[in-house]
């Protein structure tokens, strides 16, 4: 069946330090690609997305490109702030599998000063 | 504008018990999602409700099942509760039904069996 595998976390990185957090997936069909970002107090919220492959999802700086050959999603940002830290999920939605959402289970970042 | 709502934010009950969760979708919205989030399992998705129909249920059990009503809110009804039922349960909505919609959370109603 569809899966998301994510990165364990938690992840500490000093400001300014590139970031990526990887992300491949396993899928029947062509599925539908997400980041969704949990900050601190607040619900969850989507980062960015890509619905083919090839296309690449922005937002905030971060960046991510769905990879069909290599089955992944890996999200990358050049310079992290304090701001960023947060919890980061990898999703997929698949309608070959009768239209489900599958999430992975989150990877904590803290950026410190 | 008001995101979505969620009530209650948290509940107690006793195994064996009935919990009912309600969810008020973003205005405009027609589609909702509930998924479980237990403890280092990430998200689990449970149920998906476009226009007062079901579309799509998760690998939960029957005793998981749910409604959405004319106004688009929706009720999450689990039965026989079970210890590993204790979770968080979220609710999401998207304007329209469909795999690439952007999902919009709600801050979740904390369930705990005992």
């Known amino acids: 069946g569809d899966s998301v595998t994510q990165m364990e976390g938690p992840v500490t990185l000093s400001e300014e330090a590139f970031l990526t957090i990887n992300c491949t997936y396993t899928a029947t069909g062509y599925p539908s690609l997400f980041w969704y970002v949990q900050y601190p107090g607040e619900g969850l919220q989507l980062l960015l997305k890509?619905?083919?492959?090839?296309d690449k999802g922005s937002n905030k700086g971060f960046e991510a490109t769905y990879r069909k050959e290599t089955t992944s999603f890996h999200l990358e940002k050049g310079s992290v702030q304090v701001s960023d830290s947060a919890v980061y999920f990898c999703a997929l939605s698949d309608g070959a599998t009768g239209n489900q959402f599958y999430f992975g289970t989150g990877t904590s970042l803290t950026v410190i000063p | 504008e008001a995101g979505v709502t969620q009530s209650p934010t948290h509940l107690i009950k006793t195994r064996g018990q009935q919990a009912t969760l309600r969810c008020s979708p973003i205005?405009?919205?027609?589609?909702v999602y509930w998924y479980q989030q237990a403890l280092g399992l990430g998200l689990q998705f449970l149920l998906w409700?476009?226009?007062?129909?079901?579309?799509n249920r998760g690998n939960f059990p029957p005793r998981f099942s749910g409604r959405q009503f004319p106004n688009y809110s929706s009720e999450l009804n689990v039965n026989a509760l079970e210890l590993e039922d204790s979770a968080l349960y979220l609710c999401a909505s998207s304007l329209e039904g469909g795999l690439r919609e952007t999902q919009y959370f709600g801050p979740g109603t904390r369930l705990l069996v005992l």
């Open positions: 890509a619905t083919k492959a090839d």
């Open positions: 409700y476009d226009e007062g129909e079901e579309r």
């Open positions: 205005s405009g919205h027609t589609s």
